[in-house]
């Protein structure tokens, strides 16, 4: 997609936020409490469901019962050729950055308890 070299990074070094566009502001909460806890670069990319791309995940399978949810991503196979294939092995991984998510995810579902499950998904 050329369009999105304009607002993302080329360097493959950042996790991305993917959802459709009425999930906006729950993006937009994850992202923040995310971007607080690691040095790790977060973006988020909301868009139409039709957009390639955008259920490419188990969140999909949410969205067909009304609960709000996202995609936590590298970008999978759009920076990846290797993703999925044979040649997709553990020590091409970047255990380092994988961390970070983990610790950023964390703190997301932290910050989401603690500020209110019910205020967030009330929304929805």
Same mark, same amino acid.
């Given at each position: 997609?050329?369009?999105?070299?304009?607002?993302?990074?080329?360097?493959?070094?950042? =996790?991305?936020?993917?959802?459709?566009?009425? /999930?906006?502001? =729950?993006?937009?909460? $994850?992202?923040?409490?995310?971007?607080?806890?690691?040095?790790?670069?977060?973006? !988020?990319?909301? @868009?139409? @469901?039709?957009?390639?791309? =955008?259920?490419?995940?188990?969140?999909? !399978?949410?969205?067909?019962?009304?609960?709000?949810?996202?995609?936590?991503?590298?970008? @999978?196979?759009?920076?990846?050729?290797?993703?999925?294939?044979?040649?997709?092995?553990?020590?091409?991984?970047?255990?380092?950055?994988?961390? /970070?998510?983990?610790?950023?995810?964390?703190? @997301?579902? $932290?910050?989401?308890?603690?500020?209110?499950?019910?205020?967030?998904?009330?929304?929805?």
């Amino acid at each position: 997609m050329p369009l999105l070299n304009l607002f993302y990074p080329r360097t493959g070094n950042f =996790i991305s936020l993917v959802s459709r566009l009425d /999930q906006r502001e =729950i993006v937009r909460t $994850i992202k923040k409490s995310m971007k607080g806890a690691t040095a790790l670069p977060v973006y !988020s990319f909301n @868009a139409p @469901a039709s957009v390639p791309g =955008i259920d490419f995940s188990d969140h999909k !399978s949410y969205w067909k019962y009304g609960w709000p949810a996202l995609m936590v991503t590298d970008t @999978a196979f759009y920076r990846n050729t290797a993703y999925h294939g044979f040649t997709d092995t553990a020590d091409k991984l970047d255990y380092g950055r994988m961390a /970070q998510v983990v610790v950023g995810v964390y703190e @997301a579902v $932290i910050d989401f308890l603690e500020h209110g499950e019910k205020s967030h998904t009330e929304r929805y």
